[in-house]
T-cell receptor, first 117, second 111 residues
Framework: GAVVSQHPSWVICKSGTSVKIECRSLDFQATTMFWYRQFPKQSLMLMATSNEGSKATYEQGVEKDKFLINHASLTLSTLTVTSAHPEDSSFYIC?????????????FGPGTRLTVT | QKEVEQNSGPLSVPEGAIASLNCTYSDRGSQSFFWYRQYSGKSPELIMSIYSNGDKEDGRFTAQLNKASQYVSLLIRDSQPSDSATYLCAVGSGSARQLTFGSGTQLTVLP
């Protein structure tokens, strides 16, 4: 159980274009999902917390107008990188919070490797 | 500023040995503690969660938590080459349910 998928697994786009990444919880409903970014040889950096039916909460320094997050259902959150630039090239990983009294386990999707040329 | 500290390693152990990974955290209000394994180029995989003081065992893995010392550890018994990965310690606190990750310890199990 607790399977999270992400699509696409990798994407190459031209500078100035937008890219949408989907994150789905396959066998449970996730009220809360998280979006992370990871650069090579570095740890995970939380970008934003996505709550179903409400606006996402962004971490300090993350541009909300550039990284659009939508959590329209209990199994789907999307991250859109708008007007992508080469410095946005990174490994983007989502996670979903497994619901349950007193449980705070996050299960990660397989990640999306974004390359902006 | 919530901090989670791990030895970056690399940590090398021979096959069959016990690997010991350590983690300290700064926020005394932390309530949940996790160990994730991340293979190179892949996303993190949850291997252990622990919420109360003491030991928790799952197969070859044992997580140990000491809230008074703000310390959490992971023991891997009978280490296998397939255990070679980066191990991330993550700590959760508060109602936001966000996790603070350590920088990870790179483990290599030598055949």
């Amino acid at each position: 159980g607790a399977v999270v998928s992400q699509h696409p697994s990798w994407v190459i786009c031209k500078s100035g274009t937008s890219v949408k990444i989907e994150c789905r919880s396959l066998d449970f409903q996730a009220t809360t999902m998280f979006w992370y970014r990871q650069f090579p040889k570095q740890s995970l950096m939380l970008m934003a917390t996505s709550n179903e039916g409400s606006k996402a909460t962004y971490e300090q320094g993350v541009e909300k107008d550039k990284f659009l997050i939508n959590h329209a259902s209990l199994t789907l959150s999307t991250l859109t990188v708008t007007s992508a630039h080469p410095e946005d090239s990174s490994f983007y990983i989502c996670s979903a919070l497994l619901p349950g009294q007193g449980r705070y386990e996050q299960y990660f999707g397989p990640g999306t490797r974004l390359t902006v040329t | 500023q919530k901090e989670v500290e791990q030895n970056s390693g690399p940590l090398s152990v021979p096959e069959g040995a016990i690997a010991s990974l350590n983690c300290t955290y700064s926020d005394r209000g932390s309530q949940s503690f996790f160990w994730y394994r991340q293979y190179s180029g892949k996303s993190p995989e949850l291997i252990m969660s622990i919420y109360s003081n003491g030991d928790k065992e799952d197969g070859r893995f044992t997580a140990q938590l000491n809230k008074a010392s703000q310390y959490v550890s992971l023991l891997i018994r009978d280490s296998q080459p397939s255990d070679s990965a980066t191990y991330l310690c993550a700590v959760g606190s508060g109602s936001a349910r966000q996790l603070t990750f350590g920088s990870g310890t790179q483990l290599t199990v030598l055949p």
